[in-house]
Each structure stands twice: as C-alpha cells, then as structure tokens.
C-alpha cells in the first residue's frame, strides 16, 4: 500500500481513494508566459513520479492538469499585472501566441523528459464557463462579493481559511495589511479577486469574457478550483504542486471550491520542494533561473537533469550546481554502462545456450522487485528506489531476467534505460578514434601506462568512453 505525504494532515498517510477503482490526480500546470525553468521541471518530474508510481501499483490514474494562459498577476494575489498580458507587450505578439508558442514549448520539455503527459490538459481560458458558475455560486452563498473593479472571495467567511500553511486567518489577515493596498473597496486585506473587471489598470486588459458582472477575466486560483471539479468531481484524490503555491494559491483553491460544495476538494495534498540557486529559490522574477535549453548549451543530455532530481527526495530542497550536474552525468553514464553490460552478457548467454552459469545473487530478484516498489511506494523515496537498482545491478543472477526487471524498473523511473540495451561497442567507421584505440592498446601492452593513461583523457574528451579488460580494451561513444 501506498504511503504519502500530507501537507494538509502533516504527516504520511496510506492512501485510499475515493473511488475504488481509480485514483484522481490534479497538478497545478505552468503559467505560459515564458519557458519553463528547471525549478518548474523538478516539480514536473516529482508528479510524473507520483504518476508512474501509482501506475505501477496498479492504480487506473486520471490525471488532469491546468495550463495557465490568463488571470496570474505578477503578485500571485491581486497585485501586479497579468503575466501573460506583459510578456504579450514585450514582445510584441497576441496573447494567444504567447500563450500558444510557450505550451508548445513546455511540451517539448516535457517529452525531453521523458515526463508522461497527463491525461487530460485544460486551458484555463477555454473554462470560463465553469469558473463563472463557481464564481456565481460564491456570489450565492454570501462568501464572495461585487464591487467596481473586481469580484472578491471574503476570507473573513471562512473560517479553516489557512488550514493548509498552518497560518492563522488573523495572521493571514495582519501580514495582508502590510501588502499595498490594491483596492479600498476589499472588506479585508487578504481578500482575493474571483473576477477582474475591464476597470483601473485593467481597463485595456486584451482577453475578456461576458459574464454576470460585466467584461472580465478570472482570477488565477479559480481556474484550478473550476477545472479540477469538472474534471475529477469533488473530493477528488490528490491534488499537487510546488511548495511555493501551499500559501496563497492553493489555500485560496481550498477556500472557493469547499465554501462552494462543502465538500474538501482533495484528500491528499502533495508539494515538491524547490531547487535552489546561489542558495534562494530560483524563478523567473529572481532573474536566477535556468532553462532545459541552457542545460544543453553545455553540453548536459535532459535526462541527465531528471537523473540528478530522482537523486534527491522530492519533500528536500536541491541546491543546483554545475558540478552536481557533472556527477549525474558520471552517474547516469555508469548506470548505462552497466545496464549495456548487462545486455551483453544476457546475449552471451543466448549464444552459448546458457552454458556460462551466472554469478549465484545474494537476493532473489523478486526480493529487488519488492524493496523497489516499497520505496517508492514509502512517500516516493526515489533515492532508494535507485540505491535498490544499483545494487540489482551489482547482484549475480541471471542476466535476462535482470534485464527484464531493469525495465520494469524504467517504467517507473522515465530513464530511458531502454536505449542501453542495445549494441554501444565503437562503429569501425570512426577512422580517428579508431587509430588512437589502436595507439592506446599498443602503449598497455607495452606497458606504457603514463602515455596510455594520457591517450585515455585525451580519447574521453572527445566523447567517448574506455574499458580494459584482460583481453583488451573496450571503446565507445559515451552516452551522456
Ligand atoms: P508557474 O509556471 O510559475 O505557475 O509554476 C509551475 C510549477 O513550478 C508550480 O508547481 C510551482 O510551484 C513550481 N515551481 C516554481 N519555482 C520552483 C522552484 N524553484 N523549484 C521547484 N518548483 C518550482
Ligand atoms: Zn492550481
């Protein structure tokens, strides 16, 4: 059984659905008005994990995720302009190419990845509809209210309001006070817009829908209250997202859709923690952030990146460093190798018909299969999940079979495994790299190792990796 970690509860807790043959799962989508950074990707990977891990336990997974393309202000609450809306200006383009050219975009990311795609994935623009009628029933029940500019949720109405950060309404209330005040006509400081009218700073405002209380565009938190209901009813299972929405975006999803239906919107609340730069939070606004493309620039394969995040629990900060990124390279490049060894020697044995007895393994393979899914299945502990396959790999055992549990493995880990279990020994065609390998077996066996050792960095700096054996040395291209 399946066991994770509750923001709203504090503590771990084995899941149990609420529909006993599906498991529903909504993930706060990226805010199109830019490329993603990798702080974004580490929160993406977490919920692919999440997603795969309960596949895995076999688990049918409907997942749906947002796409923000209107309504999140620059503040994250009621200050600042629409992100979308500036990025539009800057650049000269309409929104709806802002919009359309950065998905694209996250979806490329996504797939480079190997990040599976949720199943359903919805455009808040394209759910105006439903988040009016939240709106309205809001407007109904007395906890949301008109005025000039904007349609307001009243905090002050409801009273777990904060349930989820641990902070207080009256704390919430006081830090609210020392914001700007946006709006003298909020009841409460900490009160959030629903709807924003074409008025004050919003007047130009390019996306607009009719609604009951005028031309306007939603909010940003109602979007995820609207689509996830829609989509997955109410309470659905588990809903997740970076830390970082815990305060304001995802208590304000709570305080709308449960003052709405009286009903929690999710059981379970999952948030990954953030990578770090230079020690502080990387975004976009910090100006410290880094993208999947400028990862490649120099030289770093996306699923060294996704090797490096699985290497650390995702409820723990990760402290990005170029030098990190050079031992997961190392570290995935070693993982290939061994799975390619393991390759090797499955084929060696269908050659000889078995006859070469495989080193007797200390566990049995079902043994590694089980310790596998107990640790991702302990609040997806994804280091030891890998500290499991590293060990299989070190085990004896028949090699097939290891292979076989090696992409059972995958299916959960996204690590591409797949493509080292092919042939990776030296294409002859390689005429350069061919004659130093020749250069390099004539210095070992002449015992040359000063000069051999040279030729060695000199050959792995162009690309490409070497392993001696007793019966000689072994070159191919790196995989990483
Ligand atoms: P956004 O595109 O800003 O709406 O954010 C998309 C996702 O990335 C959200 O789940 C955020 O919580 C998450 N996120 C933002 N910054 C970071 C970071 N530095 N580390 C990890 N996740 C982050
Ligand atoms: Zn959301």
């Known amino acids: ?128 509809r439903e988040q009016i009628a939240l709106v309205q029933t809001l407007l109904e029940k007395e906890y949301a209210y008109d005025t000039p500019k904007a349609v307001y949720y009243d905090v002050s ?125 990387m975004a976009k606004s910090e100006g410290n952030s880094l ?27 990760l402290n990005f460093t170029w030098e990190s990124m050079e031992a997961a390279r190392n570290g995935i490049e070693r993982l290939y190798e061994a799975v390619n060894d393991l390759f090797e020697a499955a084929q060696a044995a269908d050659a000889d018909g078995g006859e070469t007895a495989a080193k007797t393994p200390k566990r049995s393979l079902e043994h590694y299969k089980l310790e596998f899914h107990a640790a991702l299945d302990d609040d997806l502990n994804t280091p030891q999940a890998l500290a499991v396959l590293y060990e299989m790999l070190a085990d004896g055992g028949n090699p097939k079979e290891k292979l076989a549990l090696v992409k059972h493995y995958d299916a959960v880990l996204g690590l591409g495994l797949e493509t080292a279990m092919a042939d990776a020994s030296l294409p002859v065609d390689n005429a350069e790299i061919a004659e130093k390998a020749r250069i390099y077996a004539e210095l070992r066996s002449n015992k040359q190792f000063i000069q051999s050792d040279a030729l060695r960095k000199d050959i792995e700096g162009l690309g490409y990796a070497i392993r001696d054996f007793k019966s000689g040395s072994r070159i191919r291209k790196r995989f990483f």
């Open 1 to 128: 059984m399946i066991t994770l970690y509750n923001t709203l509860s504090r503590k771990k807790e084995p899941l149990t659905p609420v529909h006993p043959d599906w498991v529903g799962l909504y993930t706060c989508g990226p805010t199109v008005y830019n490329f993603a950074h990798i702080g974004n990707l580490r929160t993406f990977i977490f919920e692919d994990i999440l997603e795969r891990t309960l596949r895995a336990d076999g688990y049918a997974v409907r997942r749906v995720m947002n796409i923000t393309d209107v309504g999140h202000l620059t503040g994250d609450a009621d200050a600042g302009d629409d992100k979308l809306e500036t990025a539009a200006a800057e650049q000269k383009k309409s929104v709806e190419d802002i919009a359309r050219f950065y998905t694209d975009a996250f979806f490329d990311d996504l797939a480079k990845l190997n990040i599976t795609m949720p199943d359903i994935v919805a455009p808040a623009s394209e759910y105006v």
């Open 157 to 281: 109405k409801f009273p777990s309001y904060g349930a989820l950060s641990g902070q207080s309404l009256e704390e919430k209330m006081t830090g609210a006070r020392e914001e700007v005040v946006v709006d003298s006509d909020k009841r409460n400081p900490a009160d959030f817009a629903l709807w924003f009218k074409l008025e004050g700073k919003f007047k130009k405002h390019l996306l607009h829908w009719p609604s009951p209380w005028g031309e306007g565009f939603p909010g940003w938190h109602i979007e995820c209250s609207a689509i996830a209901r829609h989509f997955l009813g109410q309470p659905f299972d588990i809903h997740a997202g970076g830390i970082d929405l815990v305060g304001t975006h995802h208590t304000n999803e709570i305080a709308q859709s449960e003052a709405a239906y009286d009903v929690p919107l999710a059981r379970v609340w999952m948030h990954g923690e953030h990578l770090l730069l230079d020690g502080g939070k």
């Open 291 to 317: 993208t999947l493309a400028e990862l490649a620039s120099r030289g770093f394969h996306p699923l060294v990146y996704r090797y490096l995040v699985l290497g650390a629990h995702y409820r723990t900060r």
